[in-house]
T-cell receptor, first 111, second 119 residues
């Protein structure tokens, strides 16, 4: 079946360092979504990418959708303690109403 | 702002009990979802509903059932709770399905979650 994989599973960085998480789908995606879940919280939508090769920025966060629309990345420049949490990507399952979530990357930022 | 609420933040039940988890959204969304979240496994879809009284199985429906009698309410039922159903349960809703556009209509809004412990 369709799978969405994320790497790494965990990442510890020093405050001020950069961070990247990668999302890979077994099939071509029509779009990809990214969510952030703070410790003890629930997932919150960050962004949706639709076009092949699309790059979007939100302050220190840069999101990229691969040319083949099978992979995506989230890059955080100069991490801050407020970036702590788990980042999930999600892609639509073909022919259904559902999205398949990646396993998530848990980011810890050391002050 | 979209608001998704869940009936309990924490719940403790005994093996064999029937458990009801309630979810309510206030934005007239068509789609509603139930996920469970376990460490290292991410979010796994249990059931979803794209209209009142309509439901479809997700990836892990065994041991669960759902009910959607009204548009704003989606209930998850554990017919006979077991210890392996101890988990965090998250409800979500989205406006409607338009995959492949940038309209944002399939953005999912999550409730705060219910941490269920089955003893």
């Amino acid at each position: 079946g369709q799978q969405v994989m994320q790497i790494p599973q965990y990442q510890h960085v020093q405050e001020g360092e950069d961070f990247t998480t990668y999302c890979n789908s077994s099939t071509t995606l029509s779009n990809i979504q990214w969510y952030k879940q703070r410790p003890g919280g629930h997932p919150v939508f960050l962004i949706q990418l639709v076009k092949s090769g699309e790059v979007k920025k939100q302050k220190r966060l840069t999101f990229q959708f691969g040319e083949a629309k099978k992979n995506s990345s989230l890059h955080i420049t100069a991490t801050q303690t407020t970036d702590v949490g788990t980042y999930f990507c999600a892609g639509p399952s073909s022919g259904t109403y559902k999205y398949i979530f990646g396993t998530g990357t848990r980011l810890k930022v050391l002050a | 702002d979209v608001k998704v609420t869940q009936s309990s933040r924490y719940l403790v039940k005994r093996t064999g009990e029937k458990v009801f988890l309630e979810c309510v959204q206030d934005m007239d969304h068509e789609n509603m979802f139930w996920y469970r979240q376990d460490p290292g496994l991410g979010l796994r879809l249990i059931y979803f509903s794209y209209d009142v009284k309509m439901k479809e199985k997700g990836d892990i429906p065994e041991g669960y059932s759902v009910s959607r009698e009204k548009k704003e309410r989606f209930s998850l039922i554990l017919e006979s709770a077991s210890t392996n159903q101890t988990s965090m349960y998250l409800c979500a809703s989205s406006l409607y399905w338009t995959s492949g556009t940038s309209l944002g209509t399939d953005t999912q809004y999550f409730g705060p979650g219910t941490r269920l412990t089955v003893l």
